[in-house]
């Protein structure tokens, strides 16, 4: 069936990909992007729907390389249709889906069920990853090469950390064979212990128990090393402190399969949002200090940090009501990616091309995707952002079944007020 033709007149065009940001109109036939074209007054075609941008930011679908969903198994947290909802909310129109579900994903029927759950259950599009090793445990590793059959797009063990150098090896120079690439979120749980917050004086003061830093950046070294060794496809899940991106860059100079990703949260956050014991901002990593923050905003316009995500992990009442140190980690973001990262244009830290081409094209790139850039061809993936708009994130708002935001009340400017998968409408700000 043909779908409807539609323009999109009006509007400045920005594609991180190509550089470009310029008036224009934008072209959608059957789904795809059929035309660019530097008039923003381009006559319509017979027949096709016309939207008016009025001079707002249109700009590719956001990418996020970690969601959370709690489907199968953890439905009361979060399913596929409540995550697409959330995603489209916030100009995310790809997100890959992390294994740590019950059961794993660590199976090619469970990936290849996701995958036909996503397309008739969610408005955006979900991409499954994959679990490094079975049952997430560290041991022993899965079928990487009927993995990729079945739909995953990359290899990870999601929340967990994979503590065995022996296993870790293994499992780089197999995904290697098949080019899949390794995302790998890196924790020392023994240099981790009992912490609950990062490690320093505001720790002690809040009489909290300390992660050092130590706990993210010794095990980040040792994967550096075996990816340098092995030739894997590596990529630092989330690195959150000065010395990660230190470690990131030196590996850069002489590997060009390294990259590495932030959680908008440690972005835009630090410890001091821990100061009233609220939950929400209990995370994994934790919430660093300014220092770190700052580090990992050098990161992002420096180009050591490929890449931004919403780390979106919906937890419940129960696991979030509880005193600080006993509390799960986790928060929702994918309504909000976009806006907390437009504190960073907006204050001037980091140029609005770069800050977009870590949530759009950076990721799509080291995934493979045919996402994240507005070309002829290319899926008709985009987003309306009015980045003049101010907003506050409210309870009562949350398109997410778990309600566990670290923003909530927060103030913003720049908001998505439409959103377009493969040239139909998903969302529609009111």
């Known amino acids: 069936m043909m779908q409807r033709k539609l323009i999109v007149k009006n509007a400045r065009i920005v594609d991180p990909a190509s550089g470009r940001d310029a008036p224009g109109s934008l072209l959608v036939e059957d789904g795809r992007i059929a035309s660019l074209s530097n008039s923003p007054a381009e006559p319509a075609p017979e027949g096709a729907e016309v939207v008016d941008a009025k001079g707002m930011l249109l700009a590719?679908?956001?990418?996020?390389?970690?969601?959370?969903?709690?489907?199968?198994?953890?439905?009361?947290?979060?399913?596929?249709?409540?995550?697409?909802?959330?995603?489209?909310?916030?100009?995310?129109?790809?997100?890959?889906a992390m294994p740590d579900t019950d059961p794993v994903l660590d199976d090619i029927a469970l990936v290849e069920f996701i995958a036909r759950r996503a397309r008739s259950e969610a408005a955006v599009n979900v991409r499954p990853s994959a679990a490094l090793t079975r049952g997430l445990m560290g041991e022993e590793i899965t079928e990487y090469g009927l993995l990729k059959q079945s739909g995953a797009v990359c290899l990870t063990d999601g929340k967990k950390s994979i503590q065995s150098s022996g296993v870790l090896r293994a499992a780089f120079t197999y995904a290697a064979s098949f080019d899949m690439p390794v995302v790998h979120h890196t924790v020392d749980y023994g240099l981790r212990g009992q912490g609950v917050m990062n490690e320093g004086l505001f720790a002690t003061t809040l009489g909290l128990k300390g992660i050092p830093r130590e706990a993210e950046t010794v095990p980040l070294a040792r994967d550096l090393q075996l990816a340098a060794l092995t030739g894997v496809r590596y990529h630092a899940a989330q690195i959150s402190t000065a010395t990660s991106a230190d470690l990131v860059a030196a590996a850069k100079a002489s590997n060009a399969r390294v990259s590495a990703g932030a959680s908008v949260n440690n972005l835009s956050l630090n410890e001091l949002d821990v100061g009233s014991y609220r939950t929400f901002f209990k995370l994994s990593p934790p919430l660093r200090a300014e220092a770190?923050?700052?580090?990992m905003v050098e990161a992002l316009k420096n180009d050591i940090l490929d890449t931004i995500h919403s780390a979106h992990d919906p937890q419940d009442s129960e696991g979030k009501r509880q005193p600080f140190a006993d509390a799960k980690n986790g928060a929702i973001g994918l309504e909000t990616l976009l806006a907390a990262a437009l504190r960073l244009v907006h204050d001037g830290s980091v140029p609005l091309l770069t800050v977009l081409r870590a949530m759009t094209s950076r990721p799509a790139e080291l995934l493979g995707l045919e996402a994240g850039r507005l070309v002829v061809g290319a899926p008709a993936d985009f987003i309306l952002v009015n980045l003049d708009y101010p907003w506050t994130y409210e309870e009562s708002a949350i398109r997410s079944r778990s309600k566990n935001t670290p923003f909530e009340g927060a103030r913003f400017t720049g908001k998505v007020m439409q959103t377009f998968v493969a040239g139909e409408t998903v969302f529609t700000h009111a």
């Open 292 to 295: 770190d923050r700052l580090a």
């Open 60 to 96: 590719p679908g956001l990418v996020d390389m970690r969601v959370f969903v709690g489907e199968p198994g953890y439905e009361y947290r979060e399913t596929l249709k409540s995550a697409g909802k959330a995603a489209a909310a916030g100009g995310v129109t790809t997100f890959v």
